[in-house]
């Protein structure tokens, strides 16, 4: 079975090369047939080999496949290899299993588009790189699908290019994510200068005999894997992409720009957690940044009337909770919430997908309303997500997201204050969110007569994947049931080999032991309880009993209100601080340095070689016998150097 | 003076008078003929070197290929002795034109007698009547020479490829009227282009 | 018993007159059997000390000179078959399209 | 050494005659055999059976006027027909005839001279046959002189490399140049007396031989650069008299020799039992000749195209297989 491992990646490549190559020649239901097999096939494969990982003794968990040498140069040496493990069988369900559910529903939400083929060319271009990069078995291969899959989200935020504001939010997130990029290079060098490798086994093992502990370089490694992954994951400061992305489909939003792509940074990060529990320093900052993101873009999220910004500043708040998590070192909790966080992030993007696909692609919320009695399914789904995300007792998104604040509290590298911020974002995500359903589903309805006359459910390809993301969103999270609940916890079990070194899981293991915290724990987990429960009912005052109050609210803070409707102004300041420096500077090496200077030189070259030239040319006659003279006279000077000379 | 010394004189005088009128002559068919009188004569040094396989090939490759090949080129293009071809160069080419040729043999004459050369080469019948017969050639093409004599048939398929490919006249383009060989006195249409 | 100076001489002389051939001829069809002559006079040399060594190597050589010839005549008549077809003569000073 | 010059010189006297009397009676054999084919009679008033018939011809081309064209390029006008006559009479020099005599005490090899690249310098010497055509079509200021020698040229050129890679498979078999050898090898083991003799070993490329030597010789049904029903004469449509002879005594010169080394080649040369071996080399010389006028007699003629593309794209594959398939089996024999 193992053997099979990499038609995982292949299939959605062979869909990609089918859809692409063929491109406008298949008719639709061939596309959507190629793209949603492919892709399926490839979620079935991986759960089969997910099995036959997990009856593997938990020691040996691990299928690694080498296809071939890639590159051989010298004491460099990559293979094209892929590994399965923990880890990368948890990404790959996920990548595989929400990304067929988001292909089906793309067959219903993309029907009308001319661009069909390309548009699903692109999708399965994208699963592949983005299993690619989960199951690489080294940094540069992993580098390869992170570029994969910064290209596929570059093209599919510009999937209608055709619109200026699409084509510049793709280029925005793909020079963003280069300056992350870059980053992880350099830290990429950093690790093969030192360890003389990029296989990941090699580097977890090797490390920590090759760095010291704590020291400079590893920190600055671990930095700058972490800026890749600021970039990739929308983080402070490079997060000011993943808004404008909201211009591509939203399916491509849910997909790419919630559920998998933009994990990948976390997922980097759990996959290096050997090198980043050595380098204290570099963990703290993953921390901080993670959970100022999350409580920054969850306060953005407050003042937005695009419903799918709401969603996109929402995915910035909890990837930076995923990071928060890895920045205290659970790693397993990190990514328990990334797959959770897939679930029914997807679900709530789909959902919106679906409202704004009644709503005849409007997008504005103060335009919704009351549309719960016309979209009963969309409203269900998008509810139990909603109440997924809020972190309501028994639903996925408290189990991760409790998790995460109780590593963060007691964790050795946690502290009370990064547990607050994260308490704070949790009560804000509940009322950004049930603002979102309020202003959408309840109260009056807003929109005009025409939109109002066209608005219908969604058809079956988008509510089947709907649906079987909430129950998901519903039962996702019972693998990960934390220990006070007198469970295993499977998830961290699963995970164990793979995200912790074995000294800090006797420590967790020791802290569960101990129970001595159990009282600490149960508090603060009520205390989040409580209060999104009280932020969902503020939500319900402020936007559905009285709309009134909340606009008196806004003009008392309209200040505040302004603030963060501008998203605290953070793309001003870089367009002042780095985009206008540069457009200046690339100005003046146009304008001077280029046509002045350059232009200059190679022009005068040129007035001075024609001017030689029009003399010169007297020489070229064109004669070929004159020619011949020339060279056989050529000829007997050498012959006449080698003799006498 | 042995036998051999006149055989080399005669022919080596045959060889220089059939270049010599090789180049005087107007007319191309003629300089054919002078020049494959010279190669005959080649040939016969040639194989009073010892060289008889050479010698026969020789003659078989350009006489009976290669200069064919140039007749055939001559009679197809129709090519007459022409006074265009033959008028007088200006004096100042004229003169570089015979004075870097001579300076060239002048230098090559120092070479030549300057050197200290290897020992004197015997006649047509050497110690080794093996010498220069096919056998030996062609041992030695097939097996120190390999590489090369196969990068040589490469090239002359290469050469056959882009033979065909230049000669070969666009089927599009109208075909131009062949003068026709009883027009004795053709004029060369100047085509230069401006 | 021939001094293999003499060989060496006659080659000369055979190299000279091509080169003088090549550049007087103004008959591309002459100027081109020049050439051959020239390098039948290089062929010559190597006959002459392979002779004089007592090795066959240099008739290798001469055997690939040949057909290396044999190749350049091809390609070299069917090129002066293509540019008589456009000038109409086989002057080579009227093939003066290398000046530009 | 004066006596080897002398019978050397005696020699080539013999074959020389010898050659000019069988080129004359080929004449008279080629029109008494197609007459016949043809249900004629043919010559029958010089001499018995018309067998003066061939002096006839000679004394009246001699005695007819040199008529010498306007416009004639007159040095390669002149040239031509004797360029075409030597070459074919110098492929005798290396043709075995006999495997030798004891006159006045000297043993005389059978052959004028024992070249031991006789192969080769058959080859140059057919190569060099083109030219007396080419020179008579490009002096001759005539149309069909030119396409005939245009034809010719192309012709000879293509089938050459056919003719000489159908001899490659004996020379692979025979591992020499050397035709005396080449004979000596075919002599007979056994009561099979042309068991040894190379048409055996060799079926397709004898073939071979066959084809690309008429080609080569310009005959029937390959006879385009003279095809007289379109260019008149060919290439010597403008010589008459002694010079016309000259061409004509040549081509049937050239028949013979390619029928002479065909002989030596494929047919075993002088081997053969109970006769003298002169006579078994001219019996198959014949045969060779006679194959030349029965075709003649039977094909009609090739059109041009249609001659280049069986030069090209029959006989030059068949040629290659054929040398191919006999070094593969050499070598898997191991001989």
Redesign the interface.
Known sequence: MSEYLFWIPLLPLLGFLINGLLLGKLPRPVVSAVACVSVGLSFVLSLLLFFELRSLPPAAREIEQVLFTWIAAGSFHVDIAFLLDPLSAVMILVVTGVGFLIHVYSTGYMHHDKDFGRYFAYLNLFTFSMLTLVLANNFLLMFVGWEGVGLCSYLLIGFWFHKKSASDAGKKAFIVNRIGDFGFLLGMFIIFWQVGSLEFKTVMEQAPAMFVAGGGLITAACLLLFVGATGKSAQIPLYVWLPDAMEGPTPVSALIHAATMVTAGVYMIARSSVLYMMAPDALMVVAIIGAATAFFAATIGLAQNDIKRVLAYSTVSQLGYMFLACGVAAFGAGIFHLMTHAFFKALLFLAAGSVIHAMSEKQDMREMGGLKKYLPITYMTMLIATLAIAGIPGLSGFFSKDEILWKAFSSQHGHWLLWLVGFITAGLTAFYMFRLIYMTFHGKERMDEHTRSHIHESPRSMTVPLMALAVLSVIGGYIGMPHIFGVTNYFEEWLAPVVHGPGHQAASHALAAAGADTSMEWALMAASVILVIIAIFVARHFYNKKPEAATAMAEKMSGMKTLLANKYYVDEFYGATVVRPIVNGSLFLWKFVDVVIIDGTINGLAVISRDISEVL?YV??????????VF??G??VL??YF?FG | MTLDYAIFLISAAVAVFGATMMIMQRNPVASVLYLILSLVAQAVVYVQLGALFLGAILIVVYAGAILVLFLFVIMLLNLRSNPELSASLPPL?WF??VA??V??VV??Y??VD?VIWPPVPTGIVGKNPDFGSVETVATMMFTDYMYPLQLTGVLLLVAVVGAVVIARRESAEPRKTTASPDNRNEQPIDTVAG | MVPIHAYLMLAMILFGIG?FG???S?NVIVMFMSVELMLNAANLVLIAFSRALGVVDGHVFVFLVLAVAAAEAAVGLAMIITIYRNRETIN??R?????? | MLEMILITAVKVFMVLSAVLTACAYSTYLERKVVAHMQHRVGPLYAGPYGLLQPLADAVKLAFKEDLVPDNVERVTYALAPVASFVPAILIFAVVPFSNGFTWFGYDIPGVISDLNIGVLYIFAMTSLGVYGIVLAGWSSPSKYSMMGAIRSSAQMISYEISYGLSIIGILIIGNTLSLTEIVAQQAAESWVFFGNWYIVKQPLGFLLYITCAIAETNRAPFDLPEAESELVGGYHTEYSSMRFSMFFIAEYAYMLGVAAVGATLFLGGWNGPFLPPVIWFLIKVFLFMFLYIWLRATFPRFRYDQLMQFGWKVLFPLAIANTMGTAVWVVLSGQ
Do not use: C, H, S
Request: net charge positive; glycine share 6%; hydrophobic share 55%.
């Open positions: 040319r070229q006659g064109g004669k070929v016998r004159n020619y011949a003279t056989v006279a000829v007997i012959v006449a003799i | 080419g570089t034109k870097v040729p300076l060239m230098e090559l120092f070479v300057r | 080169a090549v550049l007087v103004r080579i000073d093939y003066n399209l290398l000046k530009w």
